[in-house]
């Protein structure tokens, strides 16, 4: 693995959070709905990996701070209060569902 490979990746995403925050960039959307230790923080190193601009965190769940919708491609980390508000605001948005059983999950 080249040594530089990390940096152009992280170089790649910050020009896709520009070019989103300029809404200058294709607005499809990926959100990992799920509770904690289901995976989410795999997600979104997934996302991460694949060169996307992704938020793991709790901000994007209140679904009203447009400009940090508007920036990430991918968000991941706990349950949105507004799932309909999300698909009207980015139609096409996928909702990847992530699930555990109980007993592993407690």
Known sequence: MNS???IHRWARIGWHL???SLRL???RKV???GFNKCATTSLHALFTSLGL???HGTR????DNIWLLRAFDCFSDGIPQDLPK???LFPGAKFVLQVRDLEGWV
């Open 53 to 55: 601009a992704s938020y």
């Open 4 to 6: 530089r490979q990390p």
């Open 60 to 63: 994007w769940r209140a679904c």
């Open 86 to 88: 999300l698909d009207r």
């Open 31 to 33: 959100f990992a709905v």
């Open 18 to 20: 520009t070019l989103n």
């Open 25 to 27: 960039r294709n607005e």
